[in-house]
């Protein structure tokens, strides 16, 4: 069962022995979709990302907003349950690997990247609600320079831990390793 579908349920999430993220490492797709949702001025931006994890890797697949588009949200980490889950369930059938709701992004009204100090305000609150942890990062967006950055944070022991590399700012890189072509001939030689 799903991460999604364990908080709509009630139930507690299950414990893990995998290592805490250290990396963020965002699909050229996903990147394409933060900087269109981020045209919208004047209202903060924000939602679920989806993805994968390995040894301390968290391979972002897919991002979505926590609730059905409408313009009397004013918290963007406002979650509608049955819209996450289903959001949630679809992402996973559709990517046919076992993608799940990994973590919240957030960017001001002005989508400028916020000073450490209001980001940590922001993740301190996401840790309260408990959409954060040492697993599941919040990364605040924005642009500096016209160029789509971001700032990543896990949280342990009520601390903040900045992951992907560096204090400051880091720039949102994708995946530049090339797509398989499925019409490849097979090497004979197995190489």
């Known amino acids: 069962m799903d991460r999604a579908t364990r908080w709509h349920l009630g139930l507690p999430q299950p414990r893990t022995t995998r290592p805490p993220t250290e990396t963020l490492l965002f699909d050229r797709s996903v990147h394409e979709r933060i900087t269109r949702g981020l045209h919208t001025p004047g209202r903060w931006s924000g939602g679920a990302l989806y993805g994968t994890h390995a040894s301390g890797i968290l391979h972002i697949r897919h991002v979505s907003p926590l609730h059905p588009p409408t313009p009397d949200i004013r918290d963007p980490l ?114």
């Open 78 to 191: 406002t979650i509608n349950l049955p819209y996450l889950v289903g959001v949630s369930q679809a992402v996973s059938s559709l990517i046919g690997e076992h993608v799940e709701w990994c973590g919240q992004w957030l960017s001001p009204p002005h989508h400028q990247l916020p000073v450490e100090d209001q980001t940590l305000i922001h993740l301190a609150h996401c840790a309260q609600r408990g959409l954060v942890d040492e697993w599941h990062p919040l990364v605040m967006l924005g642009y500096i320079a016209e160029h789509l950055v971001g700032s990543a944070y896990t949280w342990k022991d009520g601390k903040a831990r900045p992951i992907a590399s560096g204090l400051g700012p880091v720039a949102l890189c994708h995946d530049d390793r090339p797509e398989p072509d499925d019409r490849a001939e097979p090497d004979p030689a197995g190489r």
